[in-house]
């Protein structure tokens, strides 16, 4: 593989930002998409693909989505131009056949509620992550949260059950006045061994 250009990595990365509001600017459905499309490709554990997200664009959609919220995150979830749930597919396992190259990986999850519900929890996380990745290498800022009740989440969103709600994400292009510096990352000495 090709090393991405330093330009590239600075958009994804370096000079990327955690936002903390937003321009009045539309993110387009087609925008959204691309992201989507953009961040399933990331590896996943036998390409269980168990995340699912919720694009909240509508103002009437985020009002429902406003009392689980913690009082920090609410005026820049209530102005931000998407907000979108990262939930898990408990029942990711129903596309496996379609999914996964080998005969059987549905009925194993079915039958190991444990590997099921573990499987789906990491992966799950991962495709949050691709989909930050997705969208900052499209041009979009992203502010993650877990300030909020995920049960009220949970209940107004998903009432059956079978989603559950991992994170959020407000998307759009960030406002730089509303930035917070940057805190410190830990050394590679302080968060890495090397055995």
Not at 35 to 47: D, K, Q, R
Request: charged share 25%; hydrophobic share 40%; with cysteine.
């Amino acid at each position: 593989m090709t090393p991405l250009d330093p330009a590239a990595i600075d958009t994804i990365f370096r000079q990327a930002r955690t936002a903390n509001g937003f321009l009045d600017q539309p993110v387009s459905m087609d925008l959204l998409k691309q992201v989507y499309e953009l961040a399933a490709l990331g590896p996943t554990s036998m390409n269980t693909q168990p995340t699912r997200y919720v694009f909240l664009q509508s103002k009437e959609a985020r009002e429902r989505l406003l009392p689980a919220m913690s009082p920090g995150n609410l005026d820049k979830t209530r102005t931000a131009p998407v907000t979108v749930i990262v939930a898990t597919d408990t029942k990711f396992y129903e596309y496996m056949p379609r999914v996964w190259h080998r005969e059987g990986a549905k009925e194993n999850f079915e039958a190991n509620a444990g590997l099921a519900s573990g499987t789906a929890t990491r992966n799950g996380t991962l495709g949050g992550a691709y989909f930050i990745i997705a969208a900052r290498a499209l041009g979009l800022d992203c502010g993650p949260m877990s300030g909020f009740d995920i049960a009220k989440v949970d209940a107004e969103f998903f009432p059956d059950g079978r989603w559950k709600t991992n994170f959020l994400i407000n998307l759009g292009h960030g406002d730089d006045s509303k930035l917070f510096n940057r805190n410190p990352r830990l050394d590679f000495d302080e968060a890495c061994k090397v055995l």
